[in-house]
């Protein structure tokens, strides 16, 4: 199971961690608030033109092919926003949609259907391309017993919402932060004096604070390989951007004493070749960092 997989990092709507329920209020409280920090009165559009008290409904059209994600969440920032709007769920999320598809419809009041609408559409838009991304990798490598993994490029503040997407598109989660797993990358090796200064310190810093975190580390070549091969003590070697005949040879070397991960620049064009190498994981950054968002709309009716 990848590095940062808890239970309590899926989202639910009775349960979310403390910083993602910071990210949506302070979403909703950048439409209310100036550049000074002053909070307005609201909508002033809405205040000019709505009469008070007025209902309405208004439902989430899909108007692009794709993986849709963040129905959960919108319902989750609709009860923030009001908690007398009505949700009526058509879709889940992970469902593949296209052109015209309903995902969701909305009643309430109208000032508070249109304060929730920029909200929803910026995260569901984002996590709906991200879903979609992924997805697109994961089809790519189908019946080759890799797993399509993310990264920590994500948006500041909204990693907890992109990772979820990932997961909707059928990926699976890395380490969520610094705190889940140690990864010894190329900076910390060097920094350490070397592969097995750093592995030996990880080591005795795990036994002297009681701590059992997985242990991943960055290889760069096949003496690398061979050096973390013979220090032991890590549970995943990353082979960092190998070439495809590299990386069949250093897969080869390890030979499942301990798991695999390719990363660097592995793109859908490329992805199959290097799962065919026999590689556990494959990491793609551009899931997170450079999904197109998918063209979603929130109508009334």
Same mark, same amino acid.
């Given at each position: 199971m990848p590095f940062g997989y808890k239970p309590y990092f899926y989202p639910k709507l009775a349960t979310m961690n403390s910083t993602a329920e910071v990210v949506i209020t302070q979403a909703l409280l950048e439409d209310i608030m100036d550049m000074e920090g002053r909070c307005a009165p609201g909508d002033h559009t809405s205040l000019a033109?709505?009469?008070?008290?007025?209902?309405?409904?208004?439902?989430?059209?899909c108007k692009a092919e794709g993986i849709l994600a963040g129905v959960d969440l919108a319902e989750i920032i609709c009860e923030e926003v009001d908690r007398g709007i009505k949700f009526e769920k058509r879709l889940n999320d992970g469902t593949q949609i296209k052109h015209g598809d309903i995902a969701f419809i909305v009643y309430g009041e109208v000032k508070s259907l249109l304060r929730a609408e920029r909200?929803?559409?910026?995260f569901m838009q984002r996590m709906s391309g991200i879903a979609t991304h992924t997805s697109?990798?994961?089809?790519?490598?189908?019946?080759?017993?890799? =797993?399509i993994i993310d990264t920590r490029k /994500?948006?500041?503040?909204? &990693?907890? !919402?992109?990772?979820?997407?990932?997961?909707?598109?059928?990926g699976q989660n890395n380490r969520y932060g610094l705190f889940d797993m140690i990864m010894l990358k190329d900076n910390h090796i060097d920094f350490c004096g070397g592969i097995s200064k750093a592995i030996m310190a990880v080591k005795n810093y795990q036994e002297k604070n009681k701590l059992k975190l997985p242990v991943e580390i960055e290889a760069r070549n096949l003496a690398d390989v061979e050096e973390i091969l013979k220090t032991g003590h890590v549970t995943r070697i990353m082979f960092d951007n190998f070439s495809i005949g590299l990386l069949k040879e250093g897969v080869a070397m390890v030979n499942?004493?301990?798991? =695999?991960?390719?990363?660097?620049?592995? /793109?859908?064009?490329?992805? &199959?070749? !290097?799962?065919?190498?026999?590689?556990?994981?494959?990491?793609?950054?551009?899931?997170?960092?450079?999904?197109?968002s998918l063209d979603l709309s929130l109508k009334a009716f």
């Open positions: 033109c709505i009469p008070v008290d007025t209902e309405g409904k208004a439902r989430l059209i909200v929803i559409l910026n697109k990798f994961v089809k790519a490598v189908e019946g080759t017993g890799t =797993t /994500t948006a500041p503040a909204l &990693r907890y !919402f992109e990772k979820w997407a990932v997961r909707i598109g059928g499942k004493q301990y798991q =695999t991960e390719a990363s660097g620049g592995i /793109t859908l064009n490329t992805v &199959r070749t !290097f799962a065919e190498t026999g590689i556990d994981y494959i990491s793609v950054g551009a899931i997170t960092h450079s999904s197109a």
